[in-house]
């Protein structure tokens, strides 16, 4: 028999806020923590709005220099802060730097899509092209790599589980959850911390502004810019930060009253191949369907049972296609669920999207509220032939009634993930 997994640690570093608190507060009041940005402009991006996490305000921020950790990439500094505040929303104890005691059954998956972009490009290229190698530092590789906020969390928690990162462009940190989840329904583990980070940095998101698919017609009004599901949205907005979510076997939980969060009681991960109108940057729809259904048929459940859908929705032209395809996976003619787009709030966070979206989605079923989805009063006409219009709430909603929350991840690549969140009783 496979182990029962679930969530007994959440841990945030948003643009709406860093620390569990000041995220749930701004969920409840529909705030964006999207701004303009001068280094943008000053940089001639057609978007000059974004979304940068506070983070000196974190109770946990002396870690990071007591951990070496003040020169490590941004997106490090991030996933060290979300990871430490999730493993002591968990109940866990920081061990002691010389203790000689590991933790055997607990690993961590960090994903992430462009960790090591800032220090490689304001620290490393310059001195290098200058000739000057040895000015970088005998740290200059823990601070770079991609696995560094895995290998961070590791030295800090004396974790001796997995510790590895994963990529797979937006789609990434939830995959990081459902490998996590995998892990310990195997019994290879009892505790995993999974979760995403990516840093605010202009050179990982230059791409994105070349290829136009950022927006850039509100620069003049930041809040406004994030648009999912409206007919007015012109592009996603780029962010950044990181979320952790502490994933452990249930009767390890149980064992140690743990205060459970929510159960994982569904996931799937495939691509679509870039076959059947799918691409680099484009869906096969059939294969999101695809993964949807195996997410609900790993939870013995159906379409009709889920409360509410936290979509990938993004602001571009494939928001009336994800939510064509949630009516097809989930079959729905009538009686639809809440759904909600996370994104209009915090804009996109990339590689960290999925994690921190998810802790949105944990925070909802667990404290029985639907967020609101901002910036999108003129819904767009092919969501409204699509969609009942009062399940797309603008207000927040409290004593919801939520008992299953689906939660999706779909990126570049053709890549698709799918997790079944069901309220713990």
Excluded at 43 to 56: D, T
Excluded at 170 to 181: F, L, Q, V
Excluded at 238 to 254: M, N, R, W
């Amino acid at each position: 028999m496979k182990n029962r997994v679930v969530i007994t640690g959440i841990g945030i570093v948003s643009p709406i806020g860093t620390g569990i608190n000041s995220f749930k507060n701004a969920l409840f009041q529909g705030h964006s923590g999207i701004k303009f940005i001068d280094e943008l402009a000053n940089l001639n991006f057609a978007c000059q709005v974004g979304g940068i996490p506070e983070i000196s305000s974190s109770p946990f921020i002396n870690i990071i220099n007591n951990n070496e950790l003040a020169e490590a990439d941004t997106a490090i500094k991030y996933a060290v802060l979300a990871g430490i505040e999730a493993w002591s929303s968990a109940g866990f104890k920081i061990p002691s730097n010389n203790s000689v005691l590991t933790n055997n059954n607990t690993g961590a998956i960090i994903g992430s899509c462009y960790t090591g972009t800032e220090i490689f490009v304001r620290k490393m290229y310059p001195l290098i092209c200058n000739g000057n190698v040895k000015k970088l530092g005998s740290q200059i590789v823990e601070h770079w790599m991609p696995s560094g906020s895995a290998a961070a969390l590791s030295k800090i928690l004396a974790l001796s589980n997995q510790t590895t990162s994963n990529s797979s462009a937006c789609s990434t940190s939830i995959e990081s959850i459902i490998m996590a989840y995998e892990r310990i329904q195997s019994k290879k583990a009892k505790v995993m911390l999974a979760g995403g980070t990516d840093p605010y940095s202009p050179y990982a998101w230059a791409g994105f502004d070349s290829m136009r698919l950022l927006c850039r017609k509100f620069n003049e009004n930041p809040k406004s810019a994030s648009r999912p599901m409206s007919n007015s949205a012109a592009g996603f907005v780029p962010s950044s930060g990181a979320g952790v979510l502490i994933i452990e076997e249930y009767e390890h939980a149980k064992s140690r009253k743990a205060n459970i969060l929510a159960e994982i009681i569904g996931t799937a991960i495939n691509s679509g191949g870039q076959r059947n109108g799918g691409s680099m940057t484009s869906p096969n729809s059939l294969q999101v369907i695809n993964c949807i259904t195996k997410a609900l048929n790993q939870a013995n459940i159906s379409g009709e049972d889920i409360s509410l859908i936290s979509g990938h929705l993004t602001g571009t032209m494939a928001d009336s296609i994800e939510v064509s395809n949630w009516a097809k996976a989930l079959n729905l003619k009538d009686n639809f669920p809440y759904i909600n787009a996370p994104k209009s709030m915090l804009g996109h966070m990339i590689g960290a999207a999925g994690a921190v979206e998810t802790i949105a989605a944990v925070l909802q079923l667990h404290e029985d509220f639907v967020h609101p989805s901002i910036n999108c009063e003129d819904l767009h006409p092919e969501i409204k032939k699509i969609w009942d219009q009062n399940k797309i709430p603008h207000n927040i909603i409290h004593n919801a009634g939520l008992k299953y929350i689906a939660k999706a991840g779909f990126g570049f690549g053709d890549v698709n993930s799918c997790l079944i969140l069901k309220k713990f009783e």
